[in-house]
């Protein structure tokens, strides 16, 4: 409320992104539309607890009686039937509101819009091409994954957004593109899109495969991953060049709910960076273990940036 009443006698354009917008411009307009001068005056709430009412100055004495007739108020609305309290109602001098499945928005959030208006056609998309399907979308750990490509180059974010649906400079596109006339690959004739890229056979793809899982796995190693942890993902990172080959047997049984949540993603997701939230858990309570005081969180989005970074390579 504090920063509401400051931000409310600035003299500086209000932005709809604000914090507290709603609030700050109804007292912007309440303000105008009033015949008299307001001056900025905050008094802490609820002095009464810890002093005596004579000890109180004029403002703190005003206030307790302003909460004293509000508190009043709310009683006869309910007793009537009358009190109608959303989460975020809508202030009297309110000019306009937006809202989101009936709640009043306090501010725009562009990015909150933005999932809004794109994520459900996104999601159609997804399900359309068979990228994320709908229990996949539930147990993947989202926020983790998006501090993950926050922190990526430019170039490497761009790079992956295209990868995850295919669109790279493999013979499929080329073809599409009218730079060639044939998708076969260069090397053995099969048809070659992003997940062949991953799956070829020749010996080169080979090598460069078991040295970038090797040096993912050293990795693991240095930011104390848990061995069962580790265990699984390199089983499931396996499925990117043999599909179905992960199995779930030689997985413990400590870490077989996060192992299938995984494998409901599927290994090449993985591979993309969509790990399941399942992993946090189980990280955390190794790190706990083992008395380190390390962030699982950071732990965490590191993670798929080693994970994006293999796939790159390899397409390289």
């Given at each position: 409320m504090l920063s509401a009443i400051e931000m409310a006698f600035e003299d500086r354009p209000l932005s709809p992104t604000d914090a507290q917008f709603d609030l700050v411009s109804s007292i912007w307009e309440a303000i105008f539309r009033s015949s008299v001068s307001?001056?900025?005056?905050?008094?802490?709430?609820?002095?009464?607890?810890?002093?005596?009412?004579?000890?109180?100055?004029?403002?703190?004495?005003?206030?307790?009686?302003?909460?004293?007739?509000?508190?009043?108020?709310?009683?006869?609305?309910?007793?009537?039937?009358?009190?109608?309290?959303?989460?975020?109602?809508?202030?009297?001098?309110?000019?306009?509101?937006?809202?989101?499945?009936?709640?009043?928005?306090?501010?725009?959030?562009?990015?909150?819009?933005?999932?809004?208006v794109t994520l459900p056609s996104l999601r159609a998309r997804w399900r359309d091409k068979g990228v994320i399907t709908s229990e996949a979308e539930s147990v993947i750990a989202w926020d983790i994954l998006g501090r993950a490509m926050r922190s990526l180059p430019a170039g490497l974010q761009r790079w992956s957004t295209k990868h995850c649906v295919g669109m790279c400079e493999t013979s499929k596109f080329k073809v599409l593109w009218g730079l060639e006339t044939s998708a076969a690959g260069p090397r053995f004739g099969n048809f070659e899109d992003h997940l062949h890229v991953l799956r070829c056979r020749a010996a080169s793809t080979t090598a460069e495969w078991d040295r970038r899982t090797a040096a993912f796995s050293a990795w693991m190693d240095l930011h104390l991953t848990g061995p069962s942890i580790k265990h699984a993902i390199l089983q499931l990172l396996q499925g990117v060049r043999e599909p179905n080959s992960p199995s779930i047997q030689t997985v413990p049984s400590l870490v077989r709910p996060a192992f299938l949540a995984q494998l409901a993603i599927g290994s090449q997701g993985l591979l993309e960076g969509r790990i399941t939230s399942h992993w946090l858990s189980l990280q955390q309570q190794y790190f706990d273990e083992n008395r380190s005081r390390r962030s699982v969180s950071l732990w965490a989005s590191r993670l798929p940036q080693q994970l994006i970074s293999i796939c790159f390579y390899m397409g390289e």
């Open positions: 307001w001056f900025p005056q905050h008094v802490y709430g609820r002095l009464d607890k810890f002093n005596l009412f004579d000890e109180l100055s004029w403002w703190e004495k005003r206030n307790l009686e302003v909460d004293g007739i509000a508190v009043e108020y709310r009683k006869e609305l309910e007793a009537t039937h009358h009190l109608i309290a959303p989460s975020n109602p809508r202030f009297f001098t309110d000019l306009a509101a937006l809202y989101v499945a009936d709640t009043k928005q306090s501010r725009l959030d562009p990015q909150f819009i933005q999932e809004c």
